[in-house]
Antibody
Framework: EVQLVESGGGLAQPGRSLRLSCTTS????????MSWVRQAPGKGLEWVGL??????????EYAASVQGRFTISRDDSKSIAYLEMNSLKTEDTALYYC?????????????WGQGTLVTVST | DIQMTQSPSTLSASVGDRVTITCRAS??????LAWYQQKPGKAPNLLIY???SLESGVPSRFSGSGSGTEFTLTISSLQPDDFATYYC?????????FGQGTKVEIK
């Protein structure tokens, strides 16, 4: 059974940093791109970015709203994906979902975690 | 970035109704489009991929069509479990983007 479990959410002040982790099991992690999707309270879904599998270069792509502030990485030896969030803004407040994309280069999202809440506030 | 626009934003319907949701892209996404269902307090669930392919385990009353810039999600006979919010998402070129969502409510 595929499982994605996020951790690391919480309260952060504007301008500070936070790192989210996504611990996975039940599939061959190295073969898939992993991504993050967020949802602000009462709002719709926003794709944050993805990291491709090593077979596709292991590079990351980002939404314009987080480009330059957020970094997605992966540890294939531990089957964990990370989202490093720097220079946080109040508008980054959201539930952050770790997601699996169907192919190593990215594709439809076929599995979702349950999310971890990030609140950016003074 | 490609903008995805769904219509309507809210839809009121009754059990047994045929329901259609439209998703338009600001430029062609070929057939690289997915539909997701989200219920309150839950993570989204993949329904349709590549515009018209039904994800495994999804009831056959759900169907998708379209290509290029215009797509539709159809529920042939609305069931009580289908009252939820539906999102389209393209995965043609980075960055992927979602539509703003369509909430299907009980009439």
């Amino acid at each position: 059974e595929v499982q994605l479990v996020e951790s690391g959410g919480g309260l952060a002040q504007p301008g500070r940093s936070l790192r989210l982790s996504c611990t996975t099991s039940g599939f061959t992690f190295v073969d898939y791109a992993m991504s993050w999707v967020r949802q602000a309270p009462g709002k719709g879904l926003e794709w944050v970015g993805l990291i491709k599998s090593k077979a596709y270069g292991g590079t990351a792509e980002y939404a314009a709203s987080v480009q330059g502030r957020f970094t997605i990485s992966r540890d294939d030896s531990k089957s964990i994906a990370y989202l490093e969030m720097n220079s946080l803004k109040t508008e980054d407040t959201a539930l952050y979902y770790c997601t699996r994309e169907h192919y190593g280069s990215g594709s439809r999202i076929d599995y979702w975690g349950q999310g971890t809440l990030v609140t950016v506030s003074t | 970035d490609i903008q995805m626009t769904q219509s309507p934003s809210t839809l009121s319907a009754s059990v047994g109704d045929r329901v259609t949701i439209t998703c338009r892209a600001s430029q062609s996404v070929n057939s690289w489009l997915a539909w997701y269902q989200q219920k309150p307090g839950k993570a989204p669930n993949l329904l349709i991929y590549k515009a018209s392919s039904l994800e495994s385990g999804v009831p056959s009353r759900f169907s998708g069509s379209g290509s290029g810039t215009e797509f539709t999600l159809t529920i042939s006979s609305l069931q009580p479990d289908d009252f939820a919010t539906y999102y389209c998402q393209h995965y043609n070129t980075y960055p992927w983007t979602f539509g703003q969502g369509t909430k299907v409510e009980i009439k």
